[in-house]
């Protein structure tokens, strides 16, 4: 399995900070050009905002109202105020996967780093807002469970339950996106003429976009689910 | 004529209400396996750091680990009571 370059490269400008190899690695300037993407569009779609929106604006409005509701109906009412995160780390997601399916780039997601870091800021963030929302005793004192005399066992437990999350996060949104990324490249190595291109175009990159947006569902769905868990107050089952 | 569109637009955007229980289950019976396993390995890389710390070799080691399995199996009990209908 040869390496594959992508199509461009940036000079290690950063050797002082102590960042090996001549270039960049791949995927912080995958991710690099992620943001640059993103915030092009979110310059385009805001230069001139009208009350009748334009076809860059609405698209934009789309996204990010389809973030709000769902937010809104994974936390609450209250749920708005957590789009910034939301948005943002599901914007960057989907973008960086799909990303894998331009000949010559890669995903930024499929190297753990990234991901690693997606999953760290979103634990830090919903137990920022845990804090925020009930008082660190109150948010300490759901981790020792309902039971007193049981908090000593009930504590090492709900810590260890929380710090699973972040590695459950990180790992399979790495794990879905690497996978991918090393399947189409063996099978693309296979052998030559045409039939693995078309069996990269008819199952490998429907399928690699499915995983795209699941993956992304899946994280922000999960980054809901852990910031609702500790913003209520044990929060109330309505099936 | 604005306002249509809004709607419209809206209906568009938001899931149908009987679809998003089925993507949350998706997102969340899909952490199961992996939340069981990085409990045990958290717990197990915990109870080794502190008997690598305090020099007292197996103890921390196997209660740690023992609180790990218990916080994989806790973690899959709540979420299949949450997700698993």
């Known amino acids: 399995m040869e390496h594959h370059p992508t199509i461009f490269q940036i000079p290690n400008f950063l050797g002082v900070l102590g960042i090996p190899g001549p270039w960049v690695p791949e995927h912080v300037t995958m991710a690099w050009l992620v943001m640059a993407i993103l915030v092009g569009l979110s310059y385009l779609a805001t230069r001139k905002l009208e009350a009748v929106p334009g076809p860059m604006q609405n698209l934009m409005e789309v996204v990010v109202e389809a973030f709000g509701n769902l937010l809104e109906q994974m936390i609450g009412p209250k749920g708005k105020r957590y789009l910034p995160l939301i948005g943002t780390a599901g914007l960057f997601i989907l973008v960086g996967n799909l990303l894998g399916s331009i000949p010559g780039l890669k995903p930024p997601t499929a190297n753990l780093n990234t991901t690693a870091a997606l999953a760290i800021t979103v ?4 137990n920022f807002f845990g804090i925020r929302e009930q008082g660190i005793v109150g948010y300490l004192r759901h981790f020792c469970g309902p039971i007193l005399w049981l908090a000593p066992i009930m504590f090492p437990i709900e810590f260890i339950g929380h710090l699973a999350r972040p590695i459950s996060l990180s790992i399979r949104l790495f794990g879905n996106i690497f996978g991918e990324e090393s399947v189409i490249i063996i099978l693309l190595s296979l052998i030559w003429l045409v039939i693995p291109y078309g069996i990269y175009l008819a199952i490998m990159m429907p399928l690699s976009l499915f995983t795209s947006v699941v993956q992304t569902f899946i994280f922000v769905m999960l980054s809901m689910v852990y910031i609702a868990g ?3 107050v044990e929060h109330e089952e309505h099936h | 004529m604005i306002q249509g569109a809004q709607e419209g637009r809206r209906s568009v955007v938001a899931m149908k ?8 289950q998706l997102a969340g019976l899909s952490s199961l396996g992996i939340t069981f396993a990085a409990s045990i390995a958290i717990g197990a890389a915990i109870g080794i750091l502190l008997d690598r710390w305090l020099r007292t070799s197996p103890w ?3 209660l740690f680990f023992l609180f790990g399995v218990a916080a994989g199996f806790v973690n899959l009990l709540k979420d299949l009571k949450r997700w698993g209908r």
């Open chain 2, 60 to 62: 921390f080691t196997i």
């Open chain 2, 17 to 24: 209400d009987d679809q998003v229980p089925l993507w949350r």
């Open chain 1, 123 to 126: 634990f830090l963030s919903y």
């Open chain 1, 230 to 232: 500790a913003v209520h």
